[in-house]
């Protein structure tokens, strides 16, 4: 009744809530996704999606598809894998970011071992400078980090979805606008950091790091204690912190990419690595949409 193809076209654009996004990550044609999208619709007598020239949203029973979706596309991946006798097998390197510390990711990580069981998962949770560093010199196969949107785009890397960077502290904060904004960082080369650092240098604002650290849940201890404000991607935003409002009269940072990227093809890994994209890729919308619950 369904299409695999339409499903996986659908989830692409409910994770991106953009047919552009979805068009790019998959190598479709945006009329393509359309016509798959509506071609599950018809399936399903029912929209999916409530879209107009400004922005695409899931409704009810789209939201009520996306769960539908996974587990259809799990089950036909299984039986693809049990009639063709193919067992993955070999060592896996892959790196994180500090920013899915928080997520649900280790669920898709937990379902990935559970299904292939042969494979030698090793986890390296970093900042995304380093990790991309670290796939570059080859001590890595599978990459999931952020990117800049004008950074050079590695080749090959996959698109899980771009965010707007947003200021957030604890609840009541209040920043002094005689003062230098209190920051809190991670170190070098910090993706985040960057771009705070450039966001305030643009406006002419004085700023002072009042916390860093390479660890998340040390920014966050820090945060939460009310030290100050980060830098943080608006769909990731941590239980306990909020969006600081325009009053405090903080500039835009920016926005960045989250990308799963592949590092030079070992044969031993190769097979694990496009598994694991793959499945990163289809409950990429774990990751944000909701990803704190």
Known sequence: MYEPTHLRTFLSVAQTLSFTQAARRLGLRQSTVSQHVRRLEEAAGRQLF????????????????????????DVHEQAAQFFTGTR???????????????????EILERFRQEHPEVDLELTVELSGTLHEQLAEGRLDLVLAKRRPEDPRPDPHRLVWQDELVWIGAPGLRLDPHRPVPLIVYPPPGITRDLALRALEREGRQWRI???SGSLNGLLAAARAGLGVMVHARGLIPPGLVRMPERAGLPEPGSVDFVVVHGRRRPSAQGAADALAAAILAGGDRLHRGGQG
Not at 50 to 73: C, K, N, P, W, Y
């Open 50 to 73: 409530a879209r107009d020239t400004h922005s695409v949203e899931l409704t009810e029973d789209g939201e009520a598809m996306l769960g539908f979706a996974r587990r259809i596309l």
């Open 210 to 212: 009042v916390c860093s």
């Open 88 to 106: 993955l097998r070999g060592r896996l390197r892959f790196g994180a970011s500090e920013d899915f510390v928080l997520t649900r990711l280790p």
